[in-house]
């Protein structure tokens, strides 16, 4: 009897050992989600602020475009009076 009763309490000293174990390791994966949340939040915040920048880059890009294109004609024009003037004053 004596024996079975220590047999037992070295049992439950056992699984208590493992209940803290496990409940330590359980902290620790909990500890390290909300850091790998924490960092996925600040990376997220670089790609949303890094997708503004590039928008931003791009709309400026495309105006470029549009007015070079738009000056283009013009720019051709000129171009042509200017060879003219030339061809005729030689």
């Known amino acids: 009897m004596e024996a079975q009763l220590e047999s ?3 049992d439950r000293t056992q699984l208590l050992r493992e209940k803290h174990e496990l409940e330590r390791r359980l902290g620790a994966l909990e500890e390290a989600d909300r850091a ?3 960092t996925d939040e600040d990376q997220l915040h670089r790609l949303r602020k890094d997708l503004r920048r590039t928008k931003a880059l791009l709309r400026d890009a495309q105006t470029q475009l549009e007015r070079s294109r738009a000056d283009s004609p013009g720019k051709t024009v ?3 009076l200017r060879n003219q003037v030339h061809i005729t004053g030689k």
């Open 8 to 10: 037992e309490h070295e």
């Open 36 to 38: 790998n949340r924490a």
């Open 78 to 80: 000129l171009r042509q």
